[in-house]
């Protein structure tokens, strides 16, 4: 991803150079022929397109803005209740994710996610143990973490 990404910066940078002018709309015309270059020979690179990732990742933040918000919105519910009814608990989730970057990157959007929080990482880095302010079914909760954000992740690292 990294050199096709550096590879489309100096087709960019080529076509200033060529067409003689430094101007935004030129490399910006510069970088989408530099796009278009690369997509035409992306079989010659042993990754796939970097424009997939870029996009994979756009998407992975608008997961957890989604979630952000709902999740706010949830502990306000909570929070402005005149009477507490919360069922907290700490469940395990069995994750997918292998490598440590990836799994970094699901605790950290598990613990920014008001309500929730990573409290530990099982020794073979399988399980996260998580707890919940709130955990009526687990099987949910479960579920549509695999669902959101492993799954985005996922989408993320091929």
């Given at each position: 991803?990294?050199?096709?990404?550096?590879?489309n910066f100096?087709?960019?940078?080529?076509?200033?150079?060529?067409?003689?002018?430094?101007?935004?709309?030129?490399?910006?015309?510069?970088?989408?022929?530099?796009?278009?270059?690369?997509?035409?020979?992306?079989?010659?690179?042993?990754?796939?397109?970097?424009?997939?990732?870029?996009?994979?990742?756009?998407?992975?933040?608008?997961?957890?803005?989604?979630?952000?918000?709902?999740?706010?919105?949830?502990?306000?519910?909570?929070?402005?209740?005149?009477?507490?009814?919360?069922?907290?608990?700490?469940?395990?989730?069995?994750?997918?994710?292998?490598?440590?970057?990836?799994?970094?990157?699901?605790?950290?959007?598990?613990?920014?996610?008001?309500?929730?929080?990573?409290?530990?990482?099982?020794?073979?880095?399988?399980?996260?143990?998580?707890?919940?302010?709130?955990?009526?079914d687990k099987?949910?909760?479960?579920?549509?973490?695999?669902?959101?954000?492993?799954?985005?992740?996922?989408?993320?690292?091929?």
């Amino acid at each position: 991803m990294a050199f096709q990404l550096l590879l489309n910066f100096l087709i960019s940078f080529v076509w200033m150079f060529l067409k003689g002018s430094f101007a935004p709309d030129t490399f910006l015309i510069g970088f989408i022929i530099g796009l278009m270059l690369i997509y035409i020979t992306r079989r010659f690179f042993t990754d796939k397109f970097y424009l997939y990732r870029v996009v994979s990742i756009i998407k992975l933040l608008g997961i957890f803005l989604r979630e952000l918000v709902l999740s706010n919105i949830a502990v306000l519910k909570i929070i402005l209740r005149p009477r507490l009814r919360v069922t907290p608990g700490i469940f395990a989730l069995e994750t997918a994710l292998t490598k440590n970057w990836e799994i970094t990157i699901l605790c950290n959007l598990i613990t920014l996610t008001p309500g929730t929080l990573v409290v530990d990482i099982s020794e073979d880095n399988k399980i996260l143990y998580i707890h919940a302010m709130d955990i009526r079914d687990k099987e949910a909760t479960i579920s549509s973490i695999k669902n959101s954000f492993e799954k985005a992740i996922q989408e993320v690292s091929l």
